[in-house]
């Protein structure tokens, strides 16, 4: 009897050995730190095909002379327009990385997904999550070194109402494009706007739903600092046509993959290591000083450091 349970017990086949057999279906290599980059998506895009963007402003636009007068007045102003005579520069900065892979792995291990091809594409994700950073944090050209000293404002009560969003409108009331803000401050508003009674409408934008103030998205990006708890919003308008925001890139890279962005081979040294040089170029410009306005001491409710590529 107990030889008959010993071969009973034999007759199927186990899970272990039939997976063997098996063919597994795969995902290429999922990487937590991608996000939507939805700023990089909203700003307007300016090619500066010599890598120098230069931004010329009027002198004194209050000083130009025009006149309303009676149809029998015979003299009229006479006037011109100045402009500034050291204008800023600004020049594109690059954001970039070598990609290292043995032709080796590459050659045996390309099926089902292409090993350069999978490396290449996470890297390229990697430089731009920096970019979004660098078009905020930048101490050059960055959104939050690029706010004029009467365009700066606290928030009220520490946590962000709809109160402080309304003052910030009152600083980009020429046609304000969107605020921009971090993820756990778009949530702290949600509970501020809850708690009076006034829950903000929603809007879709590229197949996503966006919280809204006075028909205003709200944008996330992980990219705003948040310090002691502490985080900024900023509003901003987009464009050239309209003085402001824009992004800058240089068009007409050598291997181009996409608008600033380049890949190109460098060769295989004397280890059989293929080398890839991936090159982001890109800037960004306030036209006007009324284009950005930035709430300041925003009070999230997590009292911790974020840190930020």
């Not at 290429?28 to 895009?45: A, E, G, H, S």
């Amino acid at each position: 009897m107990a030889n008959l349970n010993k071969n009973t017990q034999q007759t199927a086949l186990g899970d272990v050995a039939a997976r063997q057999l098996a063919i597994a279906t795969r995902t290429v290599p999922q990487m937590v730190t991608i996000t939507p980059r939805w700023l990089t998506k909203l700003l307007n895009w300016i090619p500066v095909e010599s890598g120098v963007y230069r931004l010329n402003k009027v002198k004194d636009g209050t000083a130009i002379e025009v006149d309303c007068s009676a149809r029998d007045e015979r003299v009229l102003p006479q006037t011109f327009v100045d402009y500034i005579d050291d204008p800023r520069e600004y020049n594109l900065a690059a954001v970039q990385t070598i990609v290292d892979v043995h032709t080796r792995v590459s050659d045996l291990y390309s099926k089902p997904y292409n090993q350069i091809g999978e490396q290449l594409r996470l890297s390229i994700e990697t430089i731009k999550e920096r970019q979004e950073s660098e078009l905020i944090n930048n101490k050059e050209y960055g959104l939050l070194h690029s706010v004029a000293p009467s365009q700066i404002i606290k928030a009220r009560t520490g946590a962000p109402t709809p109160d402080d969003l309304d003052e910030l409108i009152t600083k980009v009331w020429k046609e304000p494009g969107f605020f921009l803000l971090h993820p756990q401050a778009i949530a702290a508003f949600g509970r501020e706007c809850t708690r009076r009674g006034v829950p903000p409408p929603t809007i879709s934008l590229f197949g996503s739903q966006f919280l809204t103030w006075r028909g205003i998205p709200l944008i996330p990006s992980d990219k705003l600092p948040i310090v002691d708890g502490k985080s900024k919003i900023i509003l901003l308008r987009t464009g050239e046509s309209r003085q402001g925001v824009v992004g800058l890139f240089q068009p007409g890279l050598q291997g181009e993959q996409s608008p600033g962005l380049s890949v190109r081979f460098m060769g295989i040294n004397e280890k059989a290591i293929a080398s890839y040089l991936v090159s982001l170029y890109c800037s960004l410009a306030v036209l006007v000083d009324d284009a950005i306005a930035v709430l300041e001491d925003v009070e999230i409710g997590k009292y911790h450091e974020y840190k930020y590529l």
